[in-house]
């Protein structure tokens, strides 16, 4: 229940961040984008007091971690993954535009004597 209430708080809180943006729509942009910071922080903070909070912050971590694991594919790789996927795609276009001519023909011209002209 209590887990409840302080996630129903950290709402309240982010509601309140974003209804302070517009009820200081006469300063400057800066102090109403503070106020939504201030509101995202403060309703982060307090739902991460909450069970769930703690695991979804926790998972968070665990990914970060997973993600600097990654091995990324160099400039060289990334540009010849691209190029193929490029000629991939003109071949593909190629075919396809093919076959739609030669049903065009095989049944306007062919199949029901539509010779165009």
Known sequence: MA??????LALALLAAGVAGFYLLGEQA???RVLAVLAGLAAAA???????PGRQFFDFS???VNEARKVVWPSRKET????GMVFAFVVV??????LADKSL???LYDV???WKKS
């Open 61 to 63: 971590k665990e990914a």
């Open 79 to 82: 540009l010849q993954t691209t």
């Open 3 to 8: 887990d409840k209430l302080k996630f129903a």
């Open 29 to 31: 942009l800066i102090v």
């Open 111 to 113: 199949v029901l004597g």
């Open 92 to 97: 593909m276009a190629l075919f396809l535009w």
């Open 104 to 106: 065009e023909w095989l």
């Open 45 to 51: 903070a307090t739902a991460r007091a909450t069970e």
